[in-house]
């Protein structure tokens, strides 16, 4: 376990914060008020959890998914034509990689 911590201790950059948690019963885990403090997450939110190889990493998603997404890539206006030509590019997408 301390080789792990060790790992992850490199990987991390400054203001990173590495902890141990213990798994219940039921499989569920308690985030420490410290880590809390550093990643503002509250009760109910959704969190990624992502699996890269044997461990485990948890990513929050954002309250409002929708707001984020707006300030990452701007104000999208869908129309008829660019939905049906978005469409035609996922078919074939889709159609490639069935035939591959």
Known sequence: MVENQN????????????????VDKNYRIVISKEIRKII?????????????????????LPEDVNKELDKLIGDIHW??????EAEKY???TVSENIHE
Request: charged content about 25%; hydrophobic content about 40%; proline content about 7%.
């Open 79 to 84: 129309n008829r034509k660019v939905r049906e």
């Open 40 to 60: 503002p997450i509250k009760p109910g939110q959704k969190i990624y959890l992502l699996t890269v190889g044997g461990e485990i990493i948890l990513i929050p």
């Open 7 to 22: 790992k992850w201790n490199k990987v991390f950059k400054s203001g990173s914060k590495l902890t141990i948690v213990e």
């Open 90 to 92: 996922l078919l074939s």
